[in-house]
């Protein structure tokens, strides 16, 4: 895996919410990076802080109740007190985000095409209206979507879930992204399909070197995904480590517990 340059540094990351009258603090003292065609996995129960992290990686993190302090930086700037025309040329040009819910991601009244080209008017706006249409067509065929064409001129609602996973992993990837962030995207489907899908960032991975940030619940896809993993708990970061290395020799208890929570069945898959 070649491991060239780091596309994503945080340095000391705290956020902590105002909105009660005791602060709350959700993520608490974070450091990590990422490297080209690296996944690092983020991984740990409800309201551990992960999918906080991958928010304020996203630069989405804007609300007057909440207080930030630390460093974002990625391709030399500093995200998480850039102003948002900075972070308007990042989000969905140089990172690719793709949230657990495609459903309501998606605007149920556009067909899917003119939702693939979004990022492409914004961040592409030379680009012709035939140059976008044959973009996106290679987008869904990317993410393996059978007749892309028939795709396109689809609503969100004749599409399955894990169509519209897909969909919106296109959408996430159509301007060729340094950093795509997945926040829980299996959640919302079976099995069968988290795995197609678990394998489909895989090779996206692979083919393009770009740099994934996997946040996830679930250890199990973590283990067939990510090459290295960071556990996270009440906002803190108990374990980093190889994939390999932490499920071989875990060494807090927190992680023993999580292993220990996988389902059996998971073994034999």
């Known amino acids: 895996m070649p491991m060239e340059n780091i596309v994503l540094q945080v340095k000391n990351l705290n956020i902590e919410f ?10 608490n003292h974070l ?10 996995g983020i991984v740990g129960e409800s309201g551990s802080g992960k999918s906080m992290t991958a928010m304020a990686v996203a630069g989405l993190l804007r609300r007057h109740d909440m207080k930030t302090e630390g460093e974002i930086r990625f391709g030399g700037k500093e ?3 850039a102003d948002r025309e900075t972070l308007r040329q990042i989000q969905g040009n ?24 979004e ?13 976008r249409f044959l973009r996106a067509i290679q987008a869904l065929a990317d993410v393996e979507l059978d007749n892309p064409q028939h795709i396109y001129r689809k609503y969100p ?11 919106m992993i296109a959408s996430a990837i159509i301007c060729e992204p340094k950093l795509l962030i997945a926040d829980e995207p299996t959640t919302a489907l079976d099995v069968t ?14 083919e393009k070197q770009m740099a994934v940030l996997f946040i996830s619940h679930d250890l199990s896809l ?18 980093a480590g190889d994939t390999q290395e932490i499920f071989c020799h875990p060494r807090e208890a927190y992680t023993m517990e999580l292993i220990n929570a996988i389902p059996k069945l998971e073994k034999v898959m």
């Open 79 to 81: 995200l998480l007190h």
């Open 193 to 206: 399909i988290q795995l197609q899908i678990v394998k489909l960032l895989q090779r996206l991975n692979q």
């Open 31 to 40: 450091n990590m990076e990422l490297r080209q065609g690296e996944i690092l």
């Open 94 to 117: 140089e990172i690719g985000i793709v949230f657990q819910e495609p459903m309501t991601s998606l605007n149920p009244v556009k067909r899917i095409g003119w939702q693939v080209e």
């Open 222 to 239: 973590v283990k067939r995904l990510c090459h290295r993993i960071i556990v996270m708990h009440d906002g803190n970061m108990v374990e």
């Open 18 to 27: 105002h909105d009660h009258d005791v602060p709350e603090r959700v993520v």
């Open 119 to 131: 990022s492409l008017r914004i961040h592409r706006p030379q680009m012709s209206r035939d140059e």
């Open 157 to 167: 609602h004749e599409l399955s879930g894990g169509m519209r996973q897909r969909v």
